[in-house]
Structure formats: structure tokens, C-alpha cells
């Protein structure tokens, strides 16, 4: 995996795709949400199935990305 393609990678619980991943030895981490998508042989996995959720953090909808994401919603 290189630099480029992980330039191009996006959280998936982040419903806009703006928030950006950094690599962190074995995981992915999500520099808006902080949430961590395991690496496989080589290849992130960036399915919410399989995601760790940060501490203190017991539900995806309580994450930044999908906080704002619900917040635009309610604004409609
Ligand atoms: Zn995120």
C-alpha cells in the first residue's frame, strides 16, 4: 500500500467521505474519528463491520464522522 493510495482512502463511516485514514502499523486510523480499520495481507479492510472503536466510545453513531453527518440531516 502506498502513500498515494492511502491518500485516497476515506473513512466509510464518515457518509461524505472527507475524513482521511493514517496508517498505524497493522490499522488504519480515521483522523477525524479516531476509529481503527484493521490492514489484511496487505489491504485495509473499511467495512463498519470491522472497525474498533475508539475508548470510551460504545456506539458507531456517537463518532464525529457520523455525528456530523446526522447533524446536516436534522438540519433538513
Ligand atoms: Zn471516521
Known amino acids: 500500500m502506498d502513500d498515494t493510495f492511502l491518500a485516497q482512502l476515506r473513512c466509510p463511516l464518515d457518509p461524505k467521505r472527507e475524513a482521511t485514514l493514517a496508517r498505524e502499523d497493522q490499522h488504519l486510523v480515521c483522523s477525524r ?3 481503527r480499520f484493521p490492514i489484511k495481507q496487505g ?3 473499511l467495512v463498519p463491520d470491522e472497525v474498533e472503536l475508539p475508548p470510551q466510545t460504545r ?3 456517537q463518532l464525529p464522522c457520523q ?7 436534522n438540519r433538513k
Do not use: D, I, T
Not at 455525528?67 to 440531516?73: D, G, P
Open 43 to 45: 489491504l485495509p479492510v
Open 59 to 61: 456506539e458507531v453513531s
Open 67 to 73: 455525528r456530523a453527518a446526522n447533524r446536516e440531516k
Open 33 to 35: 474519528c479516531n476509529c
